[in-house]
Structures are given as C-alpha cells and as structure tokens.
C-alpha cells in the first residue's frame, strides 16, 4: 500500500500556537488553568491537556476561585466573557488566532460603519458567536441562500466568512447577495489562508488515491470540511477520530491510501493512523 500523507496535514498556525500558550502555563503550575469550552475540537487532546492540569468548563460561572488563568480560545470569545473573566479576577491568556481577531475586527467596522453585517458560517459554531458580539449580536448569519431572506438589502451591506468556510460556498452566497442588494456591498474574505490550503490539497490528491482517511475530531468544523471535500473527489473517504476507527475492509483490493488531517489534529495521531494502515496492509 502507497500512503501518502498531505503535506498541510495537521495541526495549523493559530492552533500550534494556542497550544504553546497553554502548555506554558500549565507548566508554572502557580494556579488553576481554566478553558470556558474546549480549546481545540479534538476530544483525545484534549484529554492530554486535562491531565497536565487544565480545568475545561461549560459556564464562566463555575469557576469559584478568585484566581487562575482563563484562557480564551483560538476560535475566539466575546467581549462580554473576557470582561466577565476579568471581574472574576483572572488572568486572561487569549490565544485567539490572529486569523480570527482580524474577522471579529472587520465585523466590528463594519457594524459601526452602519452596515448590515452578513456572516457566513455556522451560528452554533464558538468563533461565529464570538465574531457576532463584535455586532452587538446585530449580523445576520447565513449558510445558504434560503438564509438571505434574513437579510436586509435596503442596506449597505458587509459580508466575512467564518474563517474555515469553503471559498466556492462563500463567493456563491456573495454573489447572491450583490444581485439582490439595493445598496453598496463590500466583501471581506475573511477565509484563513491554511484552511483553504488543507482543502485544495485534498482535493487534488483524493482523484489519485483509492482510499482517502481523514483524522480528526468528529466535531472539528475544519476537519469535517475536509472529509467534505475528499468525498467530493473521491467516495472512499473515511473520517476517523482515531487510529482504533480505521476498518481493514477499507483497503482490501486498494493500492494507494491519502492521509489528510485537519487543523486541530496533533501529530501523533496522524503517525497511529499511518501505523495501524501499515500493519493492516503488512507494509510494516
Ligand atoms: Fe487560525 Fe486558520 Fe487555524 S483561522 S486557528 S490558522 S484554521
């Protein structure tokens, strides 16, 4: 079996980096570290860092010392949390991408530049949240075209993306949304740039394999994205967390297998896939 792993495979800059800054203060170990939410979409991480120290809770509430580190994720927060977090006491280590600052910055100007503000990305999802309160909670979030109904076109308009979107869906709802609007519409792509990247690489390399894995967390936006756009180029793509999920049914009859990962998938899980296929295969 050919394994080819693709070359932007992996953690990305913003999440390497989030993570050095985590790691850092998890060593002082001089007070508790909390993270309001998951820092990275990867469950088995984020077990790891757990057992160096780190505190994850689900509301700013539940911390009840007057003293610790709050940590703020790469996908970013709102300005009400860091607020919050300060009158507790905290010290804030953001780690925010910087990827991320610079779309809840645009966001920011345009709502006070009096735009109708349109994001398009997932609402549920922690950075489009975090972006939004740039707005006062006042853009319009949109994954397809029936969202657009939710949009005001008598306004001027200013339109982002949630920064692992794809660029097609993107420019597609841009489109339909200068040929509706009333007024001036100004873009920003605010599409990260490694992100993109991941994507173009899988898709060209998923035509020339037989069998494309995709690791990482089964709720990574990026990650499943990724998977998104191997199937689309190649039906025998699989999405696994980890290494224990690959089936050897998968590879029976093939001869080439790519290795794709997205941005919030540590190293060693990539070299466990790539193992566990070797030994399936008996490439050893
Ligand atoms: Fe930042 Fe892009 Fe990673 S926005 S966190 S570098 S996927």
Not at 113 to 142: L, M, P, Q, R, S
Request: aromatic residues 6%; negative net charge; proline residues 2%.
């Amino acid at each position: 079996m050919k394994i080819t792993i693709a070359k932007k495979a992996g953690f990305c800059f913003g999440v390497n980096r989030a993570i050095k800054m985590v790691r850092k203060v998890l060593a002082v170990k001089d007070k508790p570290v909390f993270s309001l939410g998951l820092i990275i979409h990867n469950p088995d991480f984020i077990a790891e860092l757990e057992s160096e120290g780190l505190k994850v809770i689900d509301l700013i509430e539940e911390i009840d010392v007057d003293d610790g580190y709050f940590i703020i994720r790469s996908h970013g927060t709102t300005p009400e949390i860091i607020e919050e977090a300060k009158i507790k006491g905290l010290d804030i280590v953001d780690t925010t991408c910087p990827f991320v600052k610079k779309a809840q910055e645009v966001a920011r100007n345009f709502f006070e530049g009096g735009f109708e503000v349109v994001i398009f990305g997932d609402k549920e999802h922690a950075e489009v949240i975090g972006i939004n309160a740039h707005t006062k909670n006042n853009a319009k979030i949109i994954r397809n075209n029936n969202d657009l109904e939710k949009v005001d076109f008598s306004r001027p308009i200013g339109v982002l993306s949630q920064t692992t979107q794809k660029n097609d869906n993107f420019n597609e709802i841009v489109e339909a949304i200068k040929s509706r609007a009333e007024k001036e519409v100004i873009i920003e792509n605010t599409i990260c740039l490694d992100s993109t990247d991941k994507k173009e690489e899988i898709s060209e390399l998923a035509k020339e394999n037989d069998v494309v894995i995709i690791v990482g967390g089964k709720i990574s936006n990026n990650t499943k994205k990724l998977a998104e756009v191997g199937r689309a180029s190649n039906l025998d793509t699989y999405h696994v967390e980890n290494s224990k999920e690959l089936l050897s049914e998968w590879f029976f009859d093939k001869k080439s297998v790519l290795i794709g990962a997205g941005a919030s998938t540590p190293q060693k899980h990539i070299d466990d896939v790539v193992e566990k296929i070797n030994s399936i295969c008996n490439n050893g």
